[in-house]
């Protein structure tokens, strides 16, 4: 009985929580209309990866970063196909005796752990790669951004937002999205 009321006393305080929080944000959402009208604030949005993949610059380093990883790809598949053909001698029971049996099992295991240890700095490799792409273009991202909105008086620009990680905006008008007019401006700038 009393562990029921405790867990009754919880489940009384998370409500509590829960609906405190949600008069909070109410309160809040009511009286952002009103600051917005008194200092007219104009939102933009933008959606950064966009602009990464339709710009011309973009578009040319996404295309080395992708030669980049097909290149490492080529590296590790010529790894496996000599990790294959040591498999493949090894199952092939050709009179070998025990000691040749043994040295081509070490050169497997050696092969199977340089690939291994390969494969991993590769792939540490390309996404040092990629974060520095996107560091990098942000900033760039940022400074056509800060043209376009101080061009068309915006206050503020809210990034979209990605469905797959998260989306931070989920409506907006078809005005509000600048994206188009900062990827021409990240064109002008960077080529």
Do not use: C
Request: no cysteine.
């Amino acid at each position: 009985m009393q562990g029921r009321h405790q867990l009754t006393s919880q489940t009384r305080g998370h409500v509590v929580l829960s609906l405190l929080g949600w008069f909070i944000i109410q309160s809040l959402l009511l009286g952002l209309p009103h600051a917005f009208a008194e200092d007219s604030i104009q939102i933009a949005i933008i959606d950064p990866q966009a602009v990464l993949e339709n710009s011309n610059a973009g578009q040319k380093a996404l295309a080395t970063l992708k030669e980049h990883v097909m290149v490492r790809q080529k590296l590790l598949e010529t790894d496996e196909v000599e990790i294959q053909k040591l498999e493949q001698q090894l199952q092939g029971n050709t009179g070998r005796s025990e000691t040749e049996t043994q040295v081509l099992r070490g050169e497997l295991q050696t092969k199977i752990q340089d690939y291994q240890r390969r494969r991993q700095t590769f792939q540490q490799e390309v996404q040092d790669k990629q974060k520095n792409l996107m560091v990098d273009y942000m900033k760039k991202i940022e400074g056509a951004t800060k043209v376009v909105a101080e061009r068309r008086g915006f206050s503020l620009v809210i990034d979209k937002g990605n469905e797959a990680i998260m989306q931070i905006v989920i409506y907006s008008t078809k005005g509000m999205d600048i994206t188009d007019e900062v990827v021409k401006e990240f064109n002008k700038t960077y080529k």
